[in-house]
């Protein structure tokens, strides 16, 4: 049956099926051709999967993103980055860099990102002389920090899925979200020193105190939340609330940029973004649920302790086969289908789940850049108007700066854990 369903997969989706879609309809087949299950249980799983608290964060997260996005926040973060670090060459794409960490700690959705920095940040990257398509590369690639700085949605995926504690999870978020960032920010300056780009970012850059002081409401925004969370006030779940009412009062009453009717649009789209992650959701999780039943999980992870006895091999390789999952499959629907596969196979290696949650989701975050189906490149290349084959030159530095921090989070565990031992 196994070997039915995914074969199914991979047909629906190269016939270009939505991959929700792909993963339903080969489940839909499994049960019907291969087990005396009646179909109504196709209806009940869907439920039963996204039937779960933690999932809640999901679409106020994304709404929280949108609110931040129409209400101003995500264009004074902006101006925020770029007064701290836009006074040198190459000064504007770090403050790239930098906004996309700060949205990031509230957003948790790396589409949310592209849309909210990218529709601000690509353009004045062209304005102050950068190549539309190095700017494009850039965005895609800063966004994905949003699915690894916490709050973030996949990291939630992965708590549910393999029973891991979010807000473990989220501390242990903290050291690979900064590495990647400082890493992306270090190559930005150098690379624009050496192509001569960036030469007048300083030109229209604000004081830093005058910045600070426009953006305070904003810079409050990820202090509330991620302190929430730390200091245990509120549940990862009820953060993302507090997100959207934080960012509703103050686009709607401080910065004055949100109308009631403003608000129809922006529910509109966060519904129709909700609607097609949860569905994802549902039918990854009827998908597992079935492999499950057949036992796959036990299966693989006996063929890979006979095979493989080193844990860093075991590593290895399992960074190069998520990484080929990523380039493919939507990743939360590959969290929920391997999460479950996964992790118990890590766990008999001795790897911690924290720190194996982590490897997964920034290895299924480099799908997000990488063709053909990186979300964040499909995103960032409609903000920038530009053509995806254009972009890949510039990509490549980029995809390779985060697979090298990758290895670096896979075999230095204390980069992950360090802070999560620190908070429990």
């Known amino acids: 049956m196994s070997t039915f369903m995914l074969a199914g997969m991979v047909f629906f989706i190269a016939l270009g099926a939505p991959i929700a879609i792909a993963i339903l309809a080969a489940s839909i087949g499994g049960i019907a051709f291969f087990t005396p299950l009646p179909l109504v249980l196709v209806a009940q799983r869907l439920m039963t999967t996204i039937d779960s608290f933690p999932l809640m964060a999901i679409p106020f997260f994304i709404l929280a993103g949108s609110l931040m996005e129409a209400g101003g926040i995500s264009r004074r973060l902006v101006e925020f980055a770029k007064a701290l670090v836009g006074g040198v060459q190459g000064g504007l794409a770090a403050s790239?860099?930098?906004?996309?960490?700060?949205?990031?700690?509230?957003?948790?959705?790396?589409?949310?990102?592209?849309?909210?920095?990218?529709?601000?940040?690509?353009p004045a990257m062209v304005k102050h002389g950068y190549p539309k398509s190095f700017g494009a590369s850039l965005q895609a690639t800063s966004a994905e920090l949003g699915v690894i700085i916490p709050p973030s949605i996949p990291l939630i995926l992965y708590g549910v899925a393999a029973e891991v504690s979010i807000g473990e999870l989220f501390v242990g978020g903290?050291?690979?979200?900064?590495?990647?960032?400082?890493?992306?920010?270090?190559?930005?300056?150098?690379?624009?020193?050496?192509?001569?780009?960036?030469?007048?970012?300083?030109?229209?850059r604000l004081p830093i105190l005058a910045a600070t002081r426009q953006a305070a409401w904003a810079l409050a925004m990820p202090v509330i939340i991620i302190g929430g969370i730390y200091q245990g006030v509120f549940t990862p779940t009820e953060a993302s609330v507090v997100a959207v009412v934080y960012a509703l009062l103050v686009g709607t009453l401080v910065y004055r940029a949100i109308s009631w009717r403003d608000l129809v649009g922006v529910l509109r789209r966060s519904v129709i973004s909700s609607t097609i992650i949860m569905f994802i959701i549902a039918a990854a999780g009827l998908f597992s649920f079935l492999i499950t039943?057949?036992?796959?999980?036990?299966?693989?992870?006996?063929?890979?302790?006979?095979?493989?006895?080193?844990?860093?091999?075991?590593?290895?390789?399992?960074?190069?086969?998520?990484?080929?999952?990523?380039?493919?499959?939507?990743?939360?629907?590959?969290?929920?289908?391997?999460?479950?596969?996964?992790?118990?196979?890590?766990?008999?290696?001795?790897?911690?789940?924290?720190?194996?949650?982590?490897?997964?989701?920034?290895?299924?975050?480099?799908?997000?850049?990488?063709?053909?189906?990186?979300?964040?490149l499909f995103a960032a290349c409609q903000v920038a108007q530009v053509p995806l084959e254009r972009i890949i030159r510039h990509l490549v530095p980029f995809v390779l700066v985060v697979v090298t921090c990758l290895m670096i989070i896979t075999y230095v565990p204390e980069l992950t854990l360090f802070f999560r031992n620190l908070a429990y």
Not at 179 to 191: D, E, K, M, R, T
């Open 174 to 204: 903290i050291g690979p979200g900064l590495l990647i960032g400082a890493a992306l920010i270090l190559y930005v300056l150098v690379a624009c020193r050496i192509n001569g780009w960036g030469k007048e970012d300083h030109v229209g």
């Open 293 to 376: 039943r057949a036992g796959v999980p036990a299966a693989i992870s006996a063929w890979i302790t006979s095979v493989v006895s080193d844990p860093a091999m075991f590593l290895l390789a399992v960074n190069v086969f998520l990484f080929l999952v990523g380039m493919f499959i939507e990743t939360s629907a590959a969290i929920i289908v391997l999460a479950p596969i996964l992790a118990p196979v890590a766990i008999a290696f001795g790897v911690d789940p924290v720190h194996f949650g982590l490897i997964m989701v920034v290895n299924l975050a480099l799908g997000m850049i990488t063709p053909p189906f990186g979300v964040n």
């Open 96 to 122: 790239c860099v930098l906004t996309c960490m700060i949205f990031a700690s509230v957003s948790g959705s790396s589409v949310a990102t592209t849309f909210a920095i990218g529709a601000i940040i690509i």
